[in-house]
């Protein structure tokens, strides 16, 4: 019975969503500590490489910059090396778990989020990741587009039945 | 005296923006080291549902659910935060940020100038919160990347870095999606709301 439970619970957490903890471990709160410093560590090369930075976005849509289309097109091959690394070798989490990869099925909900998302990009000049790191940069005002940015999660929650996808 | 010199010219080096081939690769990296210190996916929009799941989750089936589970990606996201601050007051030259001469000449145009700041702060600032311009650059651009992102299943990190790397052909529709998206209001939307 708990089984069930835990699974439709993941059912629900994976709708629609990319990250979910894989991990069935039940770990105690400092641990907790590793994510906060990996974040650290984005965070800092979001800022340094100006991923962050509007202007860096406006270029990118503009085609006069080479610079982000290097920056997520490098990431993507050393993602992409690194993860078959994983599976070629069956590499195991530190605590010597099974590294799980969930399949993602296609639905048109990546088409026009997709695009809507592009459209919030563009004029924000920035995607979910930078907007914390610009508030960390002492860009106060951008709280409001992240209040914003929480505001449409759970307005597509509210409608999600009768969008289609 | 050695040590002293190269430690030196170490940061100065830090405090230069980095190029793509350092940061691109350091951020392709966070996918397996994720992986393999907690089986976690790469991902940041999520953290935007697990904040509606655990204060207002309205009785929405799609917020019904563990988000505790998740709480990994919200200390994640409060890290990229820290991270932030870290970089801009200990990291950083403070220079102005260099752009494509086009883009600086266009920008001007409507009034931007101001290159210090990671964000423009000519048109976005609390004063200019309260204008149309400002309303539909940070409250309205702001909804759609919370609406958009989770109706793709997730953003740049999910999809195109995260979801690209596994291979997964829906990522690369999103992804492509996210660039013509921006690419339409880039070039043919934003100039509108610019002109305003």
């Known amino acids: ?10 059912e629900v957490r994976s709708l629609d969503t990319m990250c979910v903890n894989e991990s069935k471990i039940n770990h105690k709160w400092y641990h907790q500590i590793k994510y906060l410093i990996t974040g650290v560590l984005f965070g800092i090369i979001l800022v340094k490489a100006e991923i962050i930075s509007w202007f860096r976005i406006q270029e990118m849509f503009r085609l006069q910059s080479f610079h982000m289309y290097g920056v997520i097109g490098s990431a993507v091959v050393v993602g992409i090396i690194s993860v078959f690394i994983i599976k070629k070798f069956n590499i195991k ?10 399949p993602k099925s296609f639905n048109k909900g990546q088409i026009f989020g997709g695009l809507l998302f592009g459209l919030g990009w563009a004029i924000t000049g920035a995607c979910p990741g930078p907007i914390f790191a610009q508030i960390g940069t002492g860009a106060s005002v951008v709280v409001v587009t992240l209040l914003s940015a929480i505001a449409g999660t759970w307005t597509y929650g509210y409608f999600r039945d009768k969008l289609p996808h | 005296m050695f040590e002293k010199t190269f430690n030196f010219i170490m940061l100065e080096i830090i405090k ?24 976690k996916t790469f991902g940041i929009s999520s953290s935007l549902r697990h904040v509606c799941a655990a204060i207002i989750p309205s009785k929405i089936p799609f917020f019904q659910y563990n988000w505790k589970k998740e709480a990994w990606n919200l200390v994640f996201v409060f890290g990229v935060f820290l991270g932030g601050a ?7 030259n403070n220079n102005a940020v260099v752009v494509n001469p086009k883009l600086m000449d266009e920008l001007a145009t409507y009034g931007i100038t101001n290159y210090n700041n990671l964000i423009p702060v000519d048109i976005l600032n609390w004063q200019s919160l309260f204008t149309i311009k400002g309303f539909l650059m940070m409250v309205m651009g702001g909804f759609f990347i919370g609406f958009g992102t989770r109706y793709a299943g997730g953003c740049t990190s999910g999809h195109a870095i995260s979801g690209l790397s596994s291979l997964q052909w829906p990522s690369l529709v999103a992804t492509i999606c996210f660039m013509l998206g921006g690419f339409i209001t880039a070039n043919l939307i934003l100039p509108l709301i610019l002109s305003l």
């Open chain 2, 86 to 92: 870290v970089a801009v007051n200990l990291l950083s």
């Open chain 1, 93 to 102: 989490t530190i605590d010597g778990e099974q590294i799980v990869f969930n």
């Open chain 2, 16 to 39: 230069e923006p980095w190029p793509w081939f350092v940061a691109g690769p350091l951020i392709g990296l966070i996918v397996p080291f994720l992986l393999i210190i907690g089986n």
């Open chain 1, 1 to 10: 019975m708990q089984n069930i439970e835990t699974n439709s619970d993941f």
